[in-house]
């Protein structure tokens, strides 16, 4: 139905007065893709998406989409089309004519605008509803009819302000699953702006990470998942355990540190300056309540909290510089061997478990 | 439907009867809530339903230069209704309210739309707000009789005018015309129109105004089919406080055409002091239909009850 368009942002700023919320930052988001903008609030993933749409002016650099660059355009020139967090339907028009709303201002004839936005809403399956005004519907229904706004206009790109957080858990999970589906088969990019993991996870195929104005890592949730760039990446994440301190020594592939409170930890990765602060992640999910074969692959702590999640329990551990560290232990391991606050544990993992993690310039 | 919601409507079916005390209590409660309404009541009973009861009535009552005597006579109906004199000052009183309506509505838009869209501090809105208000400060006599040594003859504008040589005379139509008399009602009743405008302006999402520039509306598109048909409540709002104010006046009217003109309120307070009570209040009561019709007219058009 419409062709994708690879968007391009070439060291964008955005600057408020003297605060900048956006830092120079550089992104390929590849056409037909799924990308998602994540990060906490005020970490410049909104201002982003709304520079790409064209709702905020870019203070330096460029945007680029397909080939052309958008930075001066209008909105409505891009070839973008926008998704607002609150579905912004206008509550004075029925369904038909807020759909039909851009084609109306392009100056489309009554009829035929009127039956190009039955068309779209018959595809959003929201035509039992056309006469209807906004507030007549639930939030997924709202959703769809935004969608079909969007869509009209027949966008290289759709972007997704915070599009899931109106909704209440179940119909999240539900809109999630037809916006990913949407994207499969309307095959544009879309650009989601969102700041639960969870989302991200399920729909991205590249997962930006922001935080405080900058891009702490662009890749494949796989990727973001298994190999964070950086320790804000790794706790933002939560499935890893980050441990700070310095290099003792490396070579052979193989990083030993040292955190304050004097215990070592070895981690694979290139050879490192000694005395340079580092940072490591351990999995989560991969650490054993078991006496480590090496010591350097786990450490003795005292549990701190228990919290039970069906298939898994979570433990909070105190030691090792870190007061939150955290074991995901299935069920059946946990119940084996089971442990209650304020026990002594032994921890351990293997090399392969634990990865080094980046810092960026700030 | 919220799970929450559900839960407690069948907690509240899955209560037995309650015992008799609390019947009775349920009971006391909803006594006491009219006492509550009572105040109200005799307010508007004694001060606003009776004075129209006796108007009604009075309205049939004959008289002569003497006195009223009870009665039940059509006559001041009849004699209103059937003199060109009533049907001129209608249609001289409607003139008026329609220009004022329209202008009121052009000018009242406009600054509620600025202080709502281009002022970016609520404190700066608030100020400017109060500014609009500050003729208030003063009667609205007072602000009628200044205008007289603004437009009179020897006036200010006059003066300036043939100082600057711009005219050779002095401008008659300036003050005691028709202008004068819309000019001094625009004055006085801008402020009813941007009060209720401003206040569903300020209620726009400004999101929608996002909505509409994505789907590539330009300024008057997003003015025309988006903040004007949401601004549609206010409108109505300030268009019942110009219109009704307008319909009843008679000191404008008066002061400004300088006795030259007529309004329907001027005939009334014309027939009061010639004591000529029952003619006045049929007078009163033929207005108050029509201000009734025109308000309901209004609220026919636009649903102001989101509004209120």
Same mark, same amino acid.
């Given at each position: 139905?419409?062709?994708?368009?690879?968007?391009?942002?070439?060291?964008?700023?955005?600057?408020?007065?003297?605060?900048?919320?956006?830092?120079?930052?550089?992104?390929?988001?590849?056409?037909?893709?799924?990308?998602?903008?994540?990060?906490?609030?005020?970490?410049?993933?909104?201002?982003?998406?709304?520079?790409?749409?064209?709702?905020?002016?870019?203070?330096?650099?460029?945007?680029?989409?397909?080939?052309?660059?958008?930075?001066?355009?209008?909105?409505?020139?891009?070839?973008?089309?926008?998704?607002?967090?609150?579905?912004?339907?206008?509550?004075?028009?029925?369904?038909?004519?807020?759909?039909?709303?851009?084609?109306?201002?392009?100056?489309?004839?009554?009829?035929?605008?009127?039956?190009?936005?039955?068309?779209?809403?018959?595809?959003?399956?929201?035509?039992?509803?056309?006469?209807?005004?906004?507030?007549?519907?639930?939030?997924?229904?709202?959703?769809?009819?935004?969608?079909?706004?969007?869509?009209?206009?027949?966008?290289?790109?759709?972007?997704?302000?915070?599009?899931?957080?109106?909704?209440?858990?179940?119909?999240?999970?539900?809109?999630?699953?037809?916006?990913?589906?949407?994207?499969?088969?309307?095959?544009?990019?879309?650009?989601?702006?969102?700041?639960?993991?969870?989302?991200?996870?399920?729909?991205?195929?590249?997962?930006?990470?922001?935080?405080?104005?900058?891009?702490?890592?662009?890749?494949?949730?796989?990727?973001?998942?298994?190999?964070?760039?950086?320790?804000?990446?790794?706790?933002?994440?939560?499935?890893?355990?980050?441990?700070?301190?310095?290099?003792?020594?490396?070579?052979?592939?193989?990083?030993?540190?040292?955190?304050?409170?004097?215990?070592?930890?070895?981690?694979?990765?290139?050879?490192?300056?000694?005395?340079?602060?580092?940072?490591?992640?351990?999995?989560?999910?991969?650490?054993?309540?078991?006496?480590?074969?090496?010591?350097?692959?786990?450490?003795?702590?005292?549990?701190?909290?228990?919290?039970?999640?069906?298939?898994?329990?979570?433990?909070?551990?105190?030691?090792?510089?870190?007061?939150?560290?955290?074991?995901?232990?299935?069920?059946?391991?946990?119940?084996?061997?089971?442990?209650?606050?304020?026990?002594?544990?032994?921890?351990?993992?293997?090399?392969?478990?634990?990865?080094?993690?980046?810092?960026?310039?700030? | 439907?919220?799970?929450?919601?559900?839960?407690?409507?069948?907690?509240?079916?899955?209560?037995?009867?309650?015992?008799?005390?609390?019947?009775?209590?349920?009971?006391?409660?909803?006594?006491?809530?009219?006492?509550?309404?009572?105040?109200?009541?005799?307010?508007?009973?004694?001060?606003?339903?009776?004075?129209?009861?006796?108007?009604?009535?009075?309205?049939?009552?004959?008289?002569?230069?003497?006195?009223?005597?009870?009665?039940?006579?059509?006559?001041?109906?009849?004699?209103?209704?059937?003199?060109?004199?009533?049907?001129?000052?209608?249609?001289?009183?409607?003139?008026?309210?329609?220009?004022?309506?329209?202008?009121?509505?052009? /000018?009242?838009?406009? &600054?509620?739309?600025? =202080? !709502?869209?281009?002022?970016?501090?609520?404190?700066?809105?608030? @100020?400017?707000? +109060?500014?609009?208000?500050?003729?208030?400060?003063?009667?609205?006599?007072?602000?009628?009789?200044?205008?007289?040594?603004?437009?009179?003859?020897?006036?200010?504008?006059?003066?300036?005018?043939?100082?600057?040589?711009?005219?050779?005379?002095?401008?008659?139509?300036?003050?005691?015309?028709?202008?004068?008399?819309?000019?001094?009602?625009?004055?006085?009743?801008?402020?009813?129109?941007?009060?209720?405008?401003?206040?569903?302006?300020?209620?726009?999402?400004?999101?929608?105004?996002?909505?509409?520039?994505?789907?590539?509306?330009?300024?008057?598109? /997003?003015?025309?089919? &988006?903040?004007?048909? =949401? !601004?549609?409540?206010?409108?109505?709002?300030?268009?019942?406080? @110009?219109?009704? +104010?307008?319909?009843?006046?008679?000191?404008?009217?008066?002061?400004?055409?300088?006795?030259?003109?007529?309004?329907?309120?001027?005939?009334?307070?014309?027939?009061?002091?010639?004591?000529?009570?029952?003619?006045?209040?049929?007078?009163?009561?033929?207005?108050?239909?029509?201000?009734?019709?025109?308000?309901?007219?209004?609220?026919?058009?636009?649903?102001?009850?989101?509004?209120?």
């Amino acid at each position: 139905m419409s062709k994708a368009a690879e968007i391009d942002i070439v060291s964008v700023s955005k600057v408020y007065g003297s605060t900048t919320a956006v830092h120079s930052i550089s992104l390929k988001i590849p056409s037909g893709s799924y990308c998602c903008f994540l990060g906490p609030s005020g970490c410049g993933k909104t201002s982003t998406l709304r520079m790409i749409a064209g709702h905020e002016s870019i203070s330096s650099g460029d945007v680029r989409l397909g080939n052309i660059v958008v930075t001066d355009l209008p909105p409505a020139k891009r070839g973008t089309a926008m998704m607002f967090q609150s579905y912004a339907l206008f509550p004075h028009l029925d369904l038909i004519d807020n759909v039909a709303f851009s084609l109306k201002m392009k100056g489309v004839e009554k009829e035929e605008r009127r039956a190009k936005a039955l068309e779209m809403l018959k595809l959003m399956q929201m035509e039992p509803y056309a006469t209807r005004r906004p507030a007549q519907l639930s939030g997924g229904q709202q959703q769809r009819v935004a969608l079909a706004r969007a869509l009209i206009t027949d966008p290289e790109a759709l972007l997704l302000d915070e599009p899931l957080s109106a909704l209440d858990p179940f119909l999240k999970i539900r809109m999630r699953a037809e916006l990913k589906k949407l994207q499969k088969s309307l095959g544009i990019t879309f650009v989601h702006v969102t700041h639960s993991q969870e989302e991200a996870m399920a729909l991205a195929d590249i997962i930006v990470i922001m935080n405080d104005g900058r891009i702490e890592q662009a890749a494949h949730p796989r990727e973001v998942f298994e190999r964070p760039a950086t320790a804000f990446v790794a706790r933002f994440m939560g499935d890893h355990n980050v441990l700070t301190g310095r290099v003792v020594e490396s070579g052979d592939g193989k990083v030993t540190l040292e955190v304050p409170e004097g215990q070592t930890f070895t981690v694979a990765g290139p050879d490192q300056e000694p005395g340079a602060p580092i940072d490591i992640g351990v999995r989560t999910d991969r650490v054993r309540l078991a006496a480590a074969s090496d010591k350097t692959l786990g450490f003795n702590g005292v549990v701190s909290n228990v919290e039970y999640r069906g298939a898994s329990v979570k433990i909070t551990v105190i030691g090792a510089g870190s007061d939150d560290f955290t074991v995901i232990a299935t069920d059946a391991d946990y119940f084996e061997k089971p442990v209650s606050v304020g026990d002594a544990v032994s921890l351990s993992w293997g090399l392969e478990d634990a990865v080094l993690l980046g810092r960026i310039a700030a | 439907m919220t799970p929450a919601m559900t839960d407690d409507e069948t907690q509240g079916m899955a209560y037995p009867k309650p015992p008799i005390t609390a019947r009775i209590g349920k009971v006391a409660s909803r006594i006491a809530s009219y006492l509550q309404a009572v105040p109200l009541a005799l307010i508007l009973g004694f001060f606003f339903l009776l004075p129209i009861l006796m108007i009604a009535v009075v309205s049939f009552w004959d008289y002569d230069f003497a006195g009223l005597y009870p009665d039940f006579l059509t006559m001041n109906y009849t004699d209103t209704l059937g003199s060109w004199v009533t049907w001129k000052t209608y249609l001289n009183t409607l003139k008026y309210t329609a220009l004022v309506w329209g202008l009121t509505l052009l /000018i009242g838009f406009w &600054v509620a739309y600025f =202080l !709502a869209f281009h002022i970016r501090t609520t404190t700066m809105q608030m @100020v400017l707000f +109060l500014v609009c208000t500050v003729p208030f400060l003063t009667s609205n006599i007072i602000r009628m009789i200044s205008w007289i040594p603004v437009l009179g003859r020897n006036g200010l504008v006059n003066t300036t005018l043939i100082e600057m040589g711009i005219i050779p005379s002095p401008i008659e139509w300036l003050l005691y015309s028709d202008f004068a008399v819309v000019l001094a009602m625009v004055h006085l009743n801008t402020l009813f129109m941007v009060t209720p405008i401003f206040n569903t302006l300020m209620r726009i999402d400004r999101s929608l105004i996002e909505a509409a520039r994505d789907a590539g509306a330009n300024g008057w598109q /997003i003015l025309w089919n &988006v903040i004007i048909p =949401l !601004a549609k409540p206010g409108i109505a709002i300030g268009s019942i406080f @110009v219109v009704t +104010l307008v319909m009843a006046d008679f000191s404008t009217v008066q002061v400004m055409s300088g006795g030259q003109s007529a309004s329907v309120a001027l005939m009334m307070k014309n027939q009061m002091s010639l004591l000529q009570y029952p003619a006045a209040a049929a007078n009163a009561v033929v207005l108050l239909i029509v201000v009734l019709l025109m308000v309901a007219a209004i609220l026919r058009v636009v649903d102001i009850r989101k509004e209120l």
